[in-house]
């Protein structure tokens, strides 16, 4: 069920790239709302709108906003001609993509003649929070490597929801974005993560980093979220000659025991549902909570069947930290869970490690042993 309610726009507070944050008077009171431009039109100071008010009548994590449903002043919206497919399909709010495999997008031949990675590794995240810190982790090391940041349906669905993205295009850690499934808004849209990963790749992108968008869906259960794509998505990597890179997702500031160091999503996605090898990436961090850490990875036999390597995350936030891109996780900031971004920067700095030394050539050879080395040292202390 939707909760509907007629509203007045007061204010245009902001308006972003398909997006317009509005101020609008319901029932008697103000509130903020998000209008979507390629859904609804434009929206100007006067103008009635059609509201859904579900997720702030429930308190969800919505951030406390609206969502424009329709227009009163807006009679005819037009499409472009480019393109046919469907994403919302069958709802009243279905939207037309031009979608990187039809045969009229010129990625579509390059894209047809891509049916590998050829050793592209894919950073594999599951919160929207790890993005930033794991681009960085990325560029930090060379900002020559072209970055594709591939957005999932796991959790919000239009691109434009997310300050973040906007932020890192603009100060240039990430170069393209992707948009899979039914989510919408990339610069390239496409209709799976397998299409989706190889988009990135014929588009000439070193790296990827995969999570969905913001707002992840969880019950408490098992099974019962989609922080579960995680797993499928180091299968996809995988059966598409790619290296998975995962980010665990680490906490030691949440107050639930199930996200209390590793988190149960991490541990459930790597232990059932990857049927692929994967690199795990731990940040260094005090000893105590690393060793907590890693007896939860062996504790699941996790340390048996995925590579797990430590690597610094501190540099990558730094970047953050010199561009003035703050980090949030949760209502939490870096120097309150800093656990959480140090994995993801670490990743990335990890995957970045991986292009660089792909040319083969003693570096190469060099940097293989040493992760042979690491991986022995764990399954000995561990």
Sequence with gaps: MIRLRKGKVLEVLEEQAG???LLV????????????????G????????????????LNLGSGGYHFVIYNCSV??????????????RYTPFQIKTWSAEESTNPLAEKLSNTVSLSGMPVVVGTLHSMLAPACAGIKKNSKNLKVAYVMTDGGALPLFLSRIVRELKEKKLIDLTVTTGHAFGGDLETVNIYSGLLSAKASGCDVAVVTMGPGIVGTGTKYGHTGLEQGEIVNAVNILNGIAVVIPRISFEDKRKRHYGVSHHTITSLREIALKKAFVVIPKMEKEKLDEVM???????????HRIVIEDGIEGISVLKSLGIELETMGR?????SEFFLAASAAGNFASKLVMNKGGGWRQWIFSKLQSIRNI?????Y
């Design 19 to 21: 997006l317009q944050e």
């Design 25 to 40: 008077e319901v029932e008697g009171e103000k509130n903020k709302a998000i209008n979507y431009t390629v859904l609804t």
């Design 42 to 57: 434009y929206c100007k100071k006067g103008d009635e709108v059609v509201l859904n008010t579900t997720a702030v009548f």
């Design 75 to 88: 009679e005819n919206l037009d499409i472009e001609k480019k393109g046919h497919i469907m994403k919302l």
């Design 295 to 305: 007896n939860q990875l062996k504790s699941c036999g996790i340390h048996r069947k």
């Design 333 to 337: 900031d870096f120097e309150q869970d």
């Design 377 to 381: 040292f764990f399954q000995v202390r």
